[in-house]
């Protein structure tokens, strides 16, 4: 499906529609709710044993237009392999699950989410040219609990892969100290559907995320799901249009002590050999002189650096993409430079206005520094006392009003004789046995 619902992703691709359940992160599977409610013929493709159901070729075809639109407009949308099946089903239709492969390979300009809860089968499944992976299909698992969830992380980061990422959607427990070695990725969701929802407690998303953070592990936070619970176990309500929420996605409506929860990150790596893009960037440098080619030196340096991480800042990256535009353009080999580390140029124009927001931002922040604060002059000076004074002495009998002037008197007299450090004058109370000021009678 273009333009997916799913937040996470830009496409669904479903090879087949139909799975067996295994696991209780199934037990409202939704797409076993969509597929009974759409059948045109009284087969039910779910279950063991259950045929599945087997798309058309015009459906095959979707992924390709999608390429070549990426293609040209210079992007990588996200496809989500699969929605209403499960990629390494035992009871996958014969020969669809290499036709799908074949696919994905000629789809280069698109990422492939492939998302299990069979994490057992996948190196069964994989192709046999899969070697250290497709550079354009990222593996994932479902992790919904400890018991079924936990274990299949540890099978997941033993198979290579250029992105690894976890759905821990539904989440029906604490999962409590998660090991994200070999994780680069982790979406985080509570359940949705219409009866016997079960709810998430946001302290268990919230864990997950820190511990993504502390992890140095891209986190995605999808929903609050339904029927979510506070901390304290007590219901959640999400409203939105006055309504209470049915999913918890729409971050805006979500209560301010759950902002530190609103976060949507995508990880970034490089799809590319290091090793030839260094040898790119050196052959483009050729040419440059003393200044501009040591610029390019601490520009490569830096990139490597940075592109070598799996997990980046996109800030990090956008500031150095901009200093090779500024260092390139006006040698009319932008162009070049893009091709040389794979970097569409949509993207790459992208980050270039990010870093120009930046710089803006950071030009308008030193500029506020450097405000000087006004100059009071005499006539501020003299109509500030006007207005004190004139407060003062409103709504007091003549007699107290005389009395009040010479208390005034006193106090200026004091703090012109006692300056504090600095220059500013120090405040020093007068006691005098008056009598108490008394306001005139209206």
Not at 138 to 163: F, Q
Not at 300 to 314: E, T
Request: charged fraction near 30%.
């Amino acid at each position: 499906m273009q333009n997916s619902a799913i937040n996470w992703t830009d496409h669904t691709f479903n090879p087949w529609e139909g799975c067996t359940k295994c696991s209780p992160g199934c037990k409202n599977c939704y797409a076993e709710a969509i597929n009974k409610r759409c059948l045109r013929e009284k087969i039910n493709n779910w279950g063991k044993g259950a045929p599945r159901k087997q798309q058309s070729a015009q459906y095959w075809e979707q992924p390709l237009a999608w390429d070549r639109k990426a293609a040209k407009a210079g992007v990588r949308p996200r496809v989500f392999c699969a929605s209403t099946a499960d990629w390494a089903d035992d009871e996958a239709p014969a020969g669809v699950r290499e036709k799908l492969f074949e696919l994905i390979k000629q789809t280069p300009n698109l990422d492939w989410l492939l998302l299990t809860k069979r994490a057992t089968n996948i190196e069964k499944y994989l192709p046999k040219d899969w070697d250290k992976g497709y550079p354009n299909v990222w593996l994932g698992v479902s992790v919904e609990n400890k018991t079924n969830g936990l274990p299949r992380i540890d099978t997941l980061r033993e198979i290579p892969a250029v992105c690894r990422f976890l759905s821990c959607e539904p989440l029906l427990e604490d999962l409590g100290k998660v090991d994200l070695t070999g994780i680069h990725w982790v979406i985080v969701g509570g359940e949705t559907g219409k009866k016997d929802v079960r709810s998430m407690n946001v302290g268990w998303a919230q864990s997950l995320i820190r511990q993504c953070k502390e992890q140095k592990v891209a986190p995605w936070f999808k929903q609050l799901g339904k029927l979510p619970l506070d901390l304290k176990g007590e219901s959640l309500f999400v409203m939105n249009d006055r309504k209470r929420s049915p999913n918890g996605e729409n971050w805006d409506a979500w209560p301010e002590e759950l902002a530190h929860l609103r976060v949507r990150e995508i990880p970034h790596f490089s799809q590319t050999d290091p090793a030839a893009v260094e040898a790119s960037l050196v052959e483009l440098a050729k040419g440059l002189d003393g200044e501009r080619a040591a610029k390019e030196l601490q520009l490569r340096a830096k990139l490597l650096a940075v592109d070598g991480q799996l997990f980046l800042k996109r800030a990090e990256k956008a500031s150095i993409v901009k200093g090779y535009y500024d260092l390139y353009l006006p040698l009319k080999k932008w162009s070049a430079f893009c091709r040389a580390v794979n970097l569409p140029r949509r993207t790459g124009y992208d980050l270039l206005e990010a870093e120009r927001g930046a710089e803006a931002m950071r030009a308008k922040s030193a500029q506020s520094g450097k405000k000087e604060k006004p100059k009071i002059t005499p006539q501020v000076v003299a109509e500030m006392v006007n207005k004190t004074v004139s407060r003062l002495l409103k709504g007091l009998s003549p007699e107290n009003r005389h009395e009040a002037i010479k208390l005034i008197r006193d106090v200026i007299d004091a703090e012109s004789k006692a300056p504090k450090e600095g220059g500013e004058m120090a405040l020093h109370v007068v006691k005098k046995d008056t009598a108490p000021l008394v306001p005139m009678a209206a």
